[in-house]
């Protein structure tokens, strides 16, 4: 079983940077894609961005190179860092693990709760 454990949100104005972070409990987290998803106010949950076992990365379409994701497979963690933000970015960011790397949620078996990330313009 994995528990992941999000941090690091909170209140930014426009054009500001947050870096989040998601701790994993299991031994097995270098074997599992992460990914991290988001869900604006009154929308669905969407797909932010997500790395591979092997350090590989890819991103929604809206990222448009403003977010990075690394993961340190030493400390079981996996970071978004998030600059030049926009208001439409608030939401509640959830970190996300799957055996195999996907954009869709439905290969992600473990969630986090979620952190809010609130920006203002």
């Known amino acids: 079983q994995v528990q992941l454990t999000e941090s690091g949100g909170g209140k930014v104005q426009a054009g500001g940077s947050l870096r989040l972070s998601c701790a994993a409990s299991a031994r097995a987290f270098p074997n599992y894609a992460m990914a991290w998803f988001r869900q604006p106010p009154g929308k669905e949950r969407e797909f932010v961005g997500v790395?591979?076992?092997?350090?590989?990365?890819s991103y929604a379409d809206f990222v448009e190179g403003r977010f990075t994701i690394s993961r340190d497979n030493a400390k079981n963690t996996v970071d978004l860092q998030m600059t030049s933000l926009k208001p439409e970015d608030t939401a509640v960011y959830y970190c996300?693990?799957?055996?195999?790397?996907?954009?869709?949620?439905?290969?992600?078996?473990?969630w986090g709760q979620g952190t809010l990330v609130t920006v203002s313009s």
């Open positions: 996300a693990a799957s055996p195999a790397t996907a954009t869709d949620a439905r290969p992600y078996f473990a």
């Open positions: 790395v591979s076992r092997t350090g590989g990365t």
